[in-house]
């Protein structure tokens, strides 16, 4: 068979140019957050417009799922597909398609699965009643709270407080009542100890710890934190209160309270994420958690393990999706302007962090509010036509046949940007296995793994991304790195490949100044690239480009000198070097007037 090498169309790279709406919006971001920046509804415009229905899809870093449930959305475009389309310039070709995805992450390879594989809504959103109504039959006594008439209410959530040691005579202060001011709100730097009634910066203070009975009946050492807000809710007013007698002596219920056998002893094996001030006394899953949350959260995960199999997994990530953002101490309030409280949030994004003002939120409740945006989600994707397989291994070695994927759509990890599997145990502890870190591709102190090694497990990867993918196939790359050595990284994988440029969202930077792709410092936008097979005339033009760049940097430059720079930079680039030195020099005599 004759092998085609149709390049992509103006309209193709159009997609490259025009604004991307944000990931960060509607249902499917909403059920699991994902860290790609861009919506598989977006992603599934570029399925449809790069392929026809039935073709393959590959994602090499298949992450949570995005590339699977783009193409699902594929065969169910909504009215917001179709406008960005219509927005992007292009005409997509609606229909079912097949993905294969490939993840190391136990996690994300479980919320792939349970996503690309939906229950149907309905039966889903009777489980979750019943799930949350045998959950407060068991266990709602634990956020049983009454408001301040004395009104039986629920627990919303509550603040803990951190409490710090007056250095100058010992006193513990909680860190509530020396930082929060309420009139007007604000957070303190310095407080008066109210023992020896002087005045100390609050970081100058050290924490206070405990040795307590954790939730196995092991002795361990603790940061000292008391109770010292209540927010809840009767009927529908919502209230808020300092902690009683009644809301300490449920707290210390808690603690008696024998977890479910099932519940997850487990180390926590610490990397990159280790914070010696804030992380002491942490070193096992349930550490995370005050009693309360970690009973609620085992309470509710062995519950849910007695589901149909239908809905078993749907629940299972439901409860996952809230689990490590609002259930653990990793839950917070901040300061923000123009507000007259603090603002309730959750755990912050790609750190394992513990604020001095940890927040117990009610999982219970909490859980039956995701549940609606659980039940959108599925409801997009439900009875699609598109098949996805999710393969729980490394994509350095796919196992599937040459030439068969028609297009690649992945989004690599971003050098040391976020060590995923290290945060991922959180949630990978509940599903009872954590993910090989030896086959993470990442730069990681904690791993010995510097540049050299991500390169080259890059360049694994995108070795047999170009032996799966058809001759005419091409891949869209989503990456962002503000460090040159993870873009030179990345250039090198996927030239050595085989692979070159032929649009980006940054076209203007990557054709201008092949300098600004593999030295970036800053990388705005969305820096997407589409790459194809090279063949030899784009080989020639990329070293072409190389070549003028050199020669616009150099100025009155020696050019025997400036052809070696060349040749260092071709090979550092990966770019096979087409042009000889008399060609070079011709080139630099015509950028010079004339003059060699």
Same mark, same amino acid.
């Given at each position: 068979?004759?092998?085609?090498?149709?390049r992509?169309s103006?309209?193709?790279?159009?997609?490259?140019?025009?604004?991307?709406?944000?990931?960060?919006?509607?249902?499917?971001?909403?059920?699991?957050?994902?860290?790609?920046k861009?919506?598989?509804?977006?992603?599934a415009?570029?399925?449809?417009?790069?392929?026809?229905?039935?073709?393959?899809?590959?994602?090499?870093?298949?992450?949570?799922?995005?590339?699977g449930?783009?193409?699902m959305?594929?065969?169910?475009?909504?009215?917001?597909?179709?406008?960005?389309?219509?927005?992007?310039g292009?005409?997509?070709?609606?229909?079912p398609?097949?993905?294969?995805?490939?993840?190391?992450?136990?996690?994300?390879?479980?919320?792939?699965?349970?996503?690309?594989a939906?229950p149907?809504?309905?039966?889903?959103?009777?489980?979750?009643?019943e799930?949350?109504?045998?959950?407060?039959?068991k266990?709602?006594?634990?956020?049983?709270?009454?408001?301040?008439?004395?009104?039986?209410?629920?627990l919303?959530?509550?603040?803990?407080s951190?409490v710090r040691?007056c250095?100058?005579?010992?006193?513990?202060?909680s $860190?509530?009542?020396?930082?929060?001011?309420?009139?007007?709100?604000?957070?303190s730097?310095?407080?008066?100890?109210?023992?020896?009634?002087k005045?100390?910066?609050?970081?100058a203070?050290?924490?206070?710890?405990?040795?307590?009975?954790?939730a196995?009946?092991?002795?361990?050492?603790t940061?000292?934190?008391?109770?010292?807000?209540?927010?809840?809710?009767?009927?529908?007013?919502?209230?808020?209160?300092?902690?009683?007698?009644?809301?300490?002596?449920?707290?210390?219920?808690a603690k008696?309270?024998?977890?479910?056998?099932s519940?997850?002893?487990?180390?926590?094996v610490?990397?990159?994420l280790h914070?010696?001030?804030?992380?002491?006394?942490?070193?096992?899953?349930?550490?995370? $958690?005050?009693?309360?949350?970690?009973?609620?959260?085992?309470?509710?995960?062995?519950?849910a393990?007695k589901?149909?199999?239908?809905?078993?997994?749907?629940?299972?990530?439901l409860?996952?999706?809230?689990?490590?953002?609002?259930?653990?101490?990793?839950s917070?309030?901040?300061?923000?302007k123009?507000q007259?409280?603090?603002?309730?949030?959750?755990?912050?994004?790609?750190?394992?962090?513990?604020?001095?003002?940890?927040?117990?939120?009610?999982?219970?409740?909490?859980?039956?509010?995701k549940?609606?945006?659980?039940?959108?989600?599925?409801?997009l994707?439900?009875?699609?036509?598109?098949?996805?397989?999710?393969?729980?291994?490394?994509?350095?070695?796919m196992?599937?046949?040459d030439a068969?994927?028609?297009?690649?759509?992945?989004?690599?990890?971003?050098?040391?940007?976020?060590?995923?599997a290290?945060?991922?145990?959180?949630?990978?502890?509940?599903?009872g296995?954590?993910?090989?870190?030896?086959?993470?591709i990442i730069?990681?102190?904690?791993?010995?793994?510097g540049?050299?090694?991500?390169?080259?497990?890059?360049?694994?990867?995108?070795?047999?991304?170009?032996?799966?993918?058809k001759?005419d196939?091409?891949?869209?790359?989503?990456f962002?790195?503000?460090?040159?050595?993870?873009?030179?990284?990345?250039?090198?994988?996927?030239?050595?490949?085989?692979?070159?440029?032929?649009?980006?969202?940054?076209?203007?930077?990557?054709?201008?100044?092949?300098?600004q792709?593999?030295s970036?410092?800053?990388?705005?936008?969305?820096?997407?690239l589409?790459?194809?097979?090279?063949?030899?005339?784009?080989?020639?033009?990329?070293?072409?480009?190389v070549?003028?760049?050199?020669?616009?940097?150099?100025?009155?430059?020696?050019?025997?000198?400036?052809?070696?720079?060349?040749?260092?930079?071709?090979?550092?680039?990966?770019?096979?070097?087409?042009?000889?030195?008399?060609?070079f020099?011709?080139?630099?005599?015509?950028?010079?007037?004339?003059k060699?």
């Amino acid at each position: 068979m004759k092998k085609s090498n149709k390049r992509p169309s103006e309209a193709v790279k159009s997609l490259y140019k025009a604004p991307l709406p944000s990931a960060r919006t509607g249902p499917l971001y909403n059920a699991f957050s994902y860290p790609t920046k861009i919506s598989p509804e977006a992603i599934a415009v570029f399925i449809a417009t790069h392929t026809k229905p039935g073709a393959t899809v590959l994602d090499a870093f298949g992450g949570s799922g995005t590339t699977g449930l783009a193409a699902m959305l594929c065969d169910r475009p909504t009215a917001g597909m179709r406008k960005m389309a219509q927005d992007m310039g292009v005409t997509p070709e609606w229909g079912p398609r097949n993905a294969h995805l490939f993840e190391i992450g136990k996690l994300g390879s479980f919320v792939a699965r349970t996503l690309c594989a939906p229950p149907d809504p309905a039966v889903f959103s009777r489980a979750v009643d019943e799930l949350c109504r045998q959950a407060k039959e068991k266990i709602g006594w634990l956020y049983a709270a009454m408001d301040p008439l004395g009104n039986e209410g629920s627990l919303r959530h509550a603040i803990w407080s951190d409490v710090r040691i007056c250095p100058s005579c010992g006193e513990e202060t909680s $860190y509530w009542e020396a930082a929060v001011r309420r009139k007007p709100l604000s957070m303190s730097e310095s407080f008066v100890c109210r023992s020896c009634k002087k005045t100390h910066r609050i970081e100058a203070c050290e924490r206070a710890f405990e040795t307590v009975r954790d939730a196995f009946g092991r002795r361990h050492e603790t940061r000292k934190r008391v109770l010292v807000r209540v927010y809840g809710q009767t009927g529908k007013t919502k209230w808020q209160r300092p902690p009683t007698q009644e809301d300490q002596k449920t707290a210390a219920a808690a603690k008696r309270a024998d977890v479910p056998e099932s519940a997850p002893d487990a180390e926590i094996v610490w990397g990159d994420l280790h914070r010696a001030g804030y992380h002491r006394g942490i070193k096992r899953l349930h550490h995370f $958690y005050t009693r309360r949350n970690f009973l609620a959260v085992a309470t509710l995960w062995e519950l849910a393990g007695k589901f149909p199999k239908n809905v078993r997994d749907a629940l299972r990530l439901l409860i996952l999706s809230y689990n490590s953002s609002h259930s653990t101490l990793m839950s917070r309030v901040v300061l923000k302007k123009g507000q007259n409280d603090l603002v309730l949030t959750g755990a912050q994004s790609g750190v394992l962090y513990i604020s001095g003002l940890p927040v117990e939120k009610n999982v219970i409740e909490g859980i039956a509010r995701k549940a609606k945006s659980f039940r959108d989600a599925f409801a997009l994707v439900h009875a699609s036509n598109s098949r996805v397989r999710v393969f729980n291994r490394t994509s350095e070695r796919m196992g599937l046949p040459d030439a068969s994927v028609d297009y690649v759509f992945t989004d690599p990890p971003f050098g040391d940007y976020i060590p995923y599997a290290e945060l991922n145990q959180i949630n990978e502890i509940w599903l009872g296995e954590t993910t090989d870190r030896s086959k993470e591709i990442i730069v990681s102190d904690a791993q010995k793994k510097g540049v050299d090694a991500y390169e080259r497990m890059m360049g694994n990867v995108f070795g047999e991304m170009a032996r799966v993918l058809k001759s005419d196939g091409t891949a869209t790359v989503v990456f962002h790195s503000a460090h040159s050595e993870i873009w030179r990284a990345l250039v090198a994988a996927y030239s050595q490949a085989g692979f070159t440029v032929a649009a980006a969202s940054i076209l203007d930077k990557i054709q201008a100044s092949f300098k600004q792709v593999v030295s970036t410092v800053s990388v705005k936008g969305d820096p997407l690239l589409l790459l194809t097979k090279a063949t030899k005339a784009s080989s020639r033009k990329t070293c072409r480009q190389v070549a003028e760049h050199i020669v616009s940097e150099a100025g009155k430059e020696d050019p025997q000198m400036l052809y070696s720079r060349f040749v260092g930079r071709c090979l550092e680039m990966g770019v096979p070097i087409n042009m000889d030195a008399r060609e070079f020099y011709g080139l630099a005599e015509k950028a010079n007037g004339g003059k060699a």
